[in-house]
């Protein structure tokens, strides 16, 4: 069983940025797979980034290609998505969820489906 926490969500200005961080109450973070996801108000969830279990593989979503970066600190059990350059359009429920099997990765990566454990979720409202 995994357990996660997603923090450092809130409200900031059109061009801000925030940190999102998602911690893991598990002994085998560092062989988990971990992604983001978000659900804006009325739209289904969809992938924001993904990142390996050794952390050497990164996937982003087009739409925050070079403005999001994710990132792991295995010895902290927590995952980053540092967010930059937000706009209007970023605001959602950000969820980040864990697959403990990393199997396909490589593959599966966008797949929420995939994914077995999910954090509750943190609420990013970017004003314009």
């Known amino acids: 069983q995994v357990q996660l926490v997603e923090s450092g969500g809130g409200l900031v200005q059109d061009g801000g940025s925030l940190r999102l961080s998602c911690t893991a109450s598990?002994?085998?973070?560092?062989?988990?797979?971990m992604g983001w996801f978000r659900q804006a108000p009325g739209k289904e969830r969809e992938f924001v980034a993904a990142i390996s279990s050794s952390g050497g593989m990164t996937y982003y979503a087009e739409s925050v290609k070079g403005r999001f970066t994710i990132s792991r600190g295995n010895a902290k059990n927590t995952v980053y998505l540092q967010m930059n350059s937000l706009k209007p359009e970023d605001t959602a429920v950000y969820y980040c969820?864990?697959?403990?099997?990393?199997?396909?990765?490589?593959?599966?990566?966008?797949?929420?489906?995939?994914?077995?454990?999910w954090g509750q979720g943190t609420q990013v409202t970017v004003s314009s």
């Open positions: 969820a864990a697959r403990p099997d990393p199997r396909w990765f490589s593959i599966r990566w966008s797949d929420s489906s995939w994914y077995d454990y």
């Open positions: 598990v002994r085998t973070f560092s062989s988990n797979a």
